[in-house]
């Protein structure tokens, strides 16, 4: 990855990187900026026992349960969001056996990949005393070693295959740029193994130099990028487009043929019907 | 007849949680909430900070969107406290008042939001874990709210905890509860229902010394609520019956 090279590839071939049995940090929250154009792509190409990993997912990983793409899961809190209540395909597959859950506190799912960011093997997280969570999940506490008497929850590091987020902006050569929250986009850049990004559209490297504080995660850390515009949809993007609500109702149809027109209609399958 | 609808008792008797000088969270999945934080805005007369979900810090969007974390709840904020933010916050004990969702609450105001049924073996897998397991007993007080009143919803036994700690408030279309020592108690019932009704609909064992009719909603906020929701489109949606 030296510097200054275009990192800009079409986005089938952005999908042929992740393979099989891939664990996923998937960016956004719930229908916010997530990389659903990435997440389609996976199903197109017919990807198998993949992961999430994702303190917020929905309509993401609801689609790779409906297409038979999932594997397993690491999650905090799953829901469609809006007036859609749970995720349905996303409940069939943990209440039939389909994928695995390690069900997560948005906080704790942080800590394990703060512990990978930071290079050392687990985390300590607040709270959790009480909860039924960590005898399912083996967490385990430590007291304080400097004698408070404290005893903390300590998480083990999540390390994610591929940190994948959708970004307003970025550079010819991988500077990623997101307005409005970052929702847990920049922790995941800095756990996960290879970071790959989808954006709206390319800003000029003048542009990043002019603002670098706007700058979320930095070309050196990015291995490769896609440009698709409206490429979070049916989510938003702020603040280029907000939720196709209309959208997100039709794909929840459990009805045959609903989820091959969902992905036909997205807008990256009618930009590569023009190619 | 009473003042109240199901859906104005819920929004209002949350938003009365909030106080003066305080910092106040409303998160994902929490539509009412949302309107409780942005009502207590309008409505009260003291100055509090609200963050949300979004990142926003006492933002002014320019409408109010049907996701709770719907990036407009950051317009005109003048930062953004992203996630990491907010949790980190409230680990460290300076988030004064957290609004988190629940499936389940027990009479300890402990909560399941992971499943019914064993969680091995789901009848409903529910959404999970999210914020409770670390905010509800690192928060400084922490409220919750059924739109369901029923013996399913409030509960002797939690099919799960997926976080304890307490709730410090419980709100429903019929009952508002508080924690006095360790455990929810009456603090007040929908005057159009009865303490009898409450007790008939409630899973748990509750104190209601010194509880009464909730006070009907002030001028103020029945117009609050009235700006936020003028086509009750919110209303509509979240569909809350007394019973």
């Known amino acids: 990855m030296s510097l200054g090279t275009p990192k800009i590839v079409p986005l089938r071939d952005l ?29 197109r190409q017919g990807r198998r026992d993949l992961e999430v990993i994702k303190q917020s997912p929905g309509y993401d990983i609801d689609i790779l349960c409906r297409a038979g793409a999932l594997g397993r899961a690491r999650a905090g809190i799953v829901a469609m969001e809006g007036n859609f209540g749970l995720a349905p395909w996303y409940r069939r597959a943990v209440e039939t ?32 005393h009480g909860s039924d969570l960590p005898a399912l999940n083996g967490w385990k506490t430590v007291e304080d070693p400097y004698g408070s008497g404290e005893t903390v929850y300590v998480i083990p590091r999540i390390t994610p295959d591929f940190a994948i987020i959708h970004a307003n902006e970025v550079s010819e050569e991988g500077d990623v740029r997101v307005y409005g929250t970052s929702h847990w986009d920049r922790i995941m850049s800095r756990s996960a193994k290879r970071v790959l990004v989808v954006a709206e559209r390319v800003a000029s490297g003048a542009s990043f130099r002019d603002q670098p504080e706007l700058t979320l995660v930095p070309h050196f850390l990015v291995e490769a990028v896609s440009i698709v515009p409206a490429g979070a949809w049916p989510g938003s993007c702020w603040p280029h487009y907000a939720v196709d609500y209309p959208a ?21 399958a009618r930009e590569a019907a023009h190619v | 007849m009473s003042e109240w609808s199901a859906f104005s008792y819920v929004v209002t ?31 009260y007369p003291f100055a509090f900070t609200y963050i949300n979900v979004a990142g926003g810090v006492d933002p002014s969007p320019s409408q109010v969107p049907i996701s709770s974390s719907d990036p407009v709840l950051a317009e005109g904020s003048r930062s953004i406290f992203a996630n990491e933010d907010f949790y980190d916050l409230c680990t460290r004990g300076q988030m004064d008042l957290c609004f988190l969702g629940a499936a389940q609450v027990d009479g300890l105001g402990r909560t399941n939001v992971s499943c019914i049924g064993d969680w091995h073996a789901p009848k409903v897998r529910l959404p999970g874990g999210g914020g409770g397991a670390v905010m509800l007993p690192t928060a400084r ?18 099919d ?5 700690g307490g709730m410090h408030g419980v709100v429903t279309p ?30 748990f064992r509750f104190e209601a010394d010194g509880a009464e009719p909730t006070p009907p909603p ?3 906020e029945a117009e609050a609520l009235t700006a936020l929701d003028p086509d009750a489109g919110f209303e509509r949606d979240a569909a809350i019956r007394l019973r």
């Open chain 1, 248 to 268: 997100v109702g039709a794909y929840m149809d459990d009805a045959p043929g609903v989820l091959q027109a969902h992905l036909d209609t997205a807008p990256e």
């Open chain 1, 97 to 128: 056996g389909q994928i695995r859950l390690e069900e997560h506190a948005c906080a704790s799912l942080t800590a394990g990949l703060r512990a990978s960011a930071f290079g050392v093997p687990f985390m300590p997280c607040g709270g959790i």
């Open chain 2, 218 to 220: 002030t001028p103020a």
């Open chain 1, 15 to 43: 999908a042929a990187r992740v393979t099989d049995g891939s664990s996923l940090a998937l960016g956004g929250s719930f229908l916010h900026r997530g990389p659903f154009a990435l997440v389609r792509e996976l199903i």
């Open chain 2, 160 to 164: 799960f905890i997926t976080a304890s």
């Open chain 2, 141 to 158: 007080r922490a409220v919750t709210w059924r739109t369901e009143h029923s013996r399913r919803t409030l509960v002797e036994t939690l």
């Open chain 2, 13 to 43: 008797n949350l938003a009365r949680f909030v106080r003066p000088n305080e910092i106040t969270f409303s998160g994902v999945n929490s539509a009412l909430p949302m309107l409780a934080c942005l009502l207590a805005k309008r409505a």
């Open chain 2, 174 to 203: 019929i009952a508002v509860f508080t924690k006095r020592d360790g455990r929810l108690v009456l603090a007040s019932w929908h005057p159009g229902a009865s303490l009898d009704e409450v007790r008939d609909r409630t899973g």
